[in-house]
């Protein structure tokens, strides 16, 4: 069964500092991983998808990495505004199923 | 386009009693899907379906039931509410299994 990590489980960073996020998985045969935010009381907003044949994925400050064969990805945030606090998933598509973690609690301090 | 909608916000049920959260999409996605959140466990498949008529097993799919005769609608059905199925739950949907989209979600109390 595919299991999905995030660490750490809560983050809290001045504004304007640069941050990693972190996703492990523990099996390397993934469809695509993709990073979610959500905002409390809210549904999930998708950042970005990675499929598994790329490396990584950019979309403004946001930049995802992947490495399948050591079943980790990185979500990095550039410049970090308190607008970016919320709670930051990662999800791996695994025979046709998708499995989340628990989630990186931000808050970006103004 | 709405996106997905997910009816209702949130209901409040006895042990026992039956209900169906309702889903719709109006993208034309194939794949839909609904999860349960629970905290400190992140989000978990109940069922899913690839298209009309098809539907399959996640995680977590005891005590719920679902069917799929159109595109659009995904409704989950549970049968006898327990207390164990107080959660939050999200309907989601995409093109085949790529970049998903979410609805608001369905806060569910069972007494």
């Known amino acids: 069964k595919q299991e999905v990590t995030q660490i750490p489980a809560a983050l809290s960073v001045p504004e304007g500092e640069n941050l990693v996020l972190n996703c492990s998985f523990t099996?390397?045969?993934?469809?695509?991983l993709q990073w979610f935010r959500q905002d409390p009381g809210k549904g999930l907003t998708s950042l970005l998808l990675?499929?598994?044949?790329?490396r990584e994925q950019t979309s403004g400050r946001l930049n995802a990495s992947l490495d399948k064969s050591s079943g980790r990805s990185t979500l990095y945030i550039a410049a970090s505004q308190p607008g970016d606090s919320a709670t930051y998933l990662c999800?791996?598509?695994?025979?046709?199923?998708?499995?989340f973690g628990t989630g990186t609690s931000l808050t970006v301090i103004p | 386009n709405a996106g997905v909608t997910q009816t209702p916000k949130f209901q409040v049920l006895k042990t026992g009693q039956s209900m169906t959260l309702q889903c719709a999409q109006d993208?034309?996605?194939?794949?839909m899907s609904w999860y349960r959140q629970d905290p400190g466990m992140g989000l978990r498949l109940i069922h899913y379906?690839?298209?009309?008529?098809?539907?399959d097993q996640g995680e977590v799919p005891n005590g719920y039931n679902v069917s799929r005769s159109t595109t659009e609608d995904f409704p989950l059905r549970l049968l006898s509410a327990a207390p164990s199925q107080t959660s939050v739950y999200f309907c989601?949907?995409?093109?085949?299994?790529?970049?998903?989209?979410f609805g608001p979600g369905t806060r569910l109390l069972v007494l």
């Open positions: 989601a949907s995409s093109r085949s299994p790529e970049t998903q989209y």
């Open positions: 099996d390397s045969a993934i469809y695509n």
């Open positions: 990675i499929q598994s044949s790329q």
């Open positions: 999800a791996v598509n695994h025979d046709n199923q998708f499995y």
């Open positions: 993208m034309n996605h194939e794949y």
């Open positions: 379906s690839v298209g009309a008529g098809i539907t």
